[in-house]
């Protein structure tokens, strides 16, 4: 991310809100998606931030106004109904112009990633960011090709991990969602990786 200096500024502003919003909340929460990707993996542009928090959805309402209070607006009229239908609220840093794509997990493993979350120090703003173990499930759930990415540069960047916790959920997600080739793909880029490693 420090290549692209003219992405970075606005991007520190908004995650520094962000947090800001999450501790005044107070909502436990960790920033995930691309910005994850590239401070645990390579780093790459991205234009936006993701997140994930843990709240009662009776208490959405109110984490959505005091957003108001660090600058974040609905990019949507209807954001809290689409809120309920997704779980996912879709908000702006109006002086950044970020999106930010909060979701409200519910799942065990949510809750796990959300308390496992560490602080890292990035450009002078302390944000939480998941363990690398559990942003490699996250990618290898969500599948699409940029995910499947980032899971080579994270495993290449992080030589000491965790794998059989990765392995045992992304198995456990496999089989409630009926898709086996989460693990199967993870379990290739993870020879591939091997592969690498081996002296020719």
Known sequence: MAEHEETLVPLLAALRDLVAWFQDAPT??????????SL??????????????VLDESEWDAFLTKGAGFGFVPRLAN??????????????????GIDIDIAFGALPFEEEAVAR??????????IPLPLPEDLLI???????????????????????????????????????????ELLRDFNALVARRRKREKPS
């Open 40 to 53: 645990l993996g390579r780093p790459r542009v991205t234009r936006d931030i993701d997140a994930l928090v």
């Open 138 to 180: 996250m990618k290898a759930v969500a599948h699409r090709p940029r995910d499947m990415a980032d899971i080579e540069s994270i495993l290449d960047a992080q030589p000491k991990l965790d794998l059989p916790r990765v392995r045992r959920w992304v198995r456990e997600f496999s089989a409630a969602l009926e898709t086996p």
């Open 117 to 126: 979350a560490v602080w890292h120090d990035v450009g002078g703003v302390r």
């Open 79 to 96: 954001a809290l109904t689409f809120a309920h239908q997704a779980r996912v609220l879709l908000v702006r840093h109006e002086a950044s």
């Open 28 to 37: 436990p929460g960790t920033v995930i998606g691309g910005v994850a990707a």
